[in-house]
């Protein structure tokens, strides 16, 4: 069997016509298998949803109590059989509940990595190899020049400018899924224990982080009713990068502004968006990553979505490994 024939890109995502099922579908289906809680991989509406029990409670958070006609839950390293077609979910450590969907028949097993890393993430199951005949990687980062530091020491950075700005707000700009716990789990892993304050959007996520026994420590919103900005000075608040462009952040004195992800990488994208402190963290594989895992898997091809596709797939065929992009479109990750 031609592994096309077992999974394909259509327009609505990549579908297995034997399963008869689409893997993170971007538009509304009948049967939809989700690999993680981003929105633009998991989106409403679909009749039946097949995830993790995380990410069908990241959905439902997300999403609301009707986010899919029925939902079940698969556990890591469990074994389904759909229309005779094999699926199992693997650990991606990308965000909570985050897995790599592997795709089996007649021999022939595909495994969809959704987004993934395999930098250490206090707040995840770690990525877990799975052999494969194909495996789909993303390339978010996928560009030699891409190479992201330790998250800890991009932790200290932000401890040291807390200590040499004590009278300064830090506003620090953290997508609300995966990335804004991080941060929060990072900074406590460090030491930092006086109270965090988090914006509303983060408050849901977090406490659902801390039930599935994630420490975040002491957090709290950062209401102005009967206190004054002056109570911020000094200290760490948390949100959503769009947070602090709008009213809600004048209620901080003199705002230093940091910003969490992998584009931090990229001087003049932080520059754009008035980043003082650009924390290179993030939550996809940069390129030695990407290159250390393929070459760890030794795969007989490697199918490239969205992001540096080309340089990736000239990487595989210089190592002698079939390659092509997908050019699935629609997925512009939240998380990076
Ligand atoms: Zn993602």
Known sequence: MKPETLLHPTQAGLYCPAGDFYVDPIRPVERALITHGHSDHARPGHGKVLATRQTLDIMR???????????????????????????????AGHVLGSAQ????????????????????????TPFEPVACDVFITEATFGLPVFHHPDPTDEIARLLTSLRQ???????????ALGKAQRVISLLRRSGYDRPIYIHGALSKLCAYYESQGIDLGDLRPPTDDDQNAQDFRGAVIVGPP??????????????????????MMVRQRAKQRGVELPL????????PELT????????????????GEEALVRWC?????AARPLHLVGYEDEGD
């Open 101 to 124: 969907i592997a795709v089996e028949k007649d021999g022939m097993r595909i495994v969809v990595s959704g987004d993934y890393k395999r930098s250490a993430d206090p707040t995840c």
């Open 165 to 175: 700005f004590p009278q300064r707000s830090h506003l620090v700009g953290a997508y």
């Open 292 to 307: 250390a895992t393929i070459t760890e898997l030794k795969p007989g091809e490697v199918w490239v979505t969205h992001g």
């Open 317 to 321: 065929e210089l190592q002698g490994i």
């Open 280 to 287: 290179m963290i993030s939550d996809h594989c940069d390129w």
């Open 61 to 91: 958070i997300r999403c609301g109590a009707e986010f899919c006609g029925s939902e079940q839950a698969i556990d890591f390293g469990e074994r389904l059989v759909l229309n005779g077609v094999g699926i199992s979910f693997h650990p």
């Open 242 to 263: 769009s947070a602090f462009n709008d009213r809600w952040a004048r209620r901080f004195a003199d705002p230093l502004s940091v910003f969490a992800s992998g584009w």
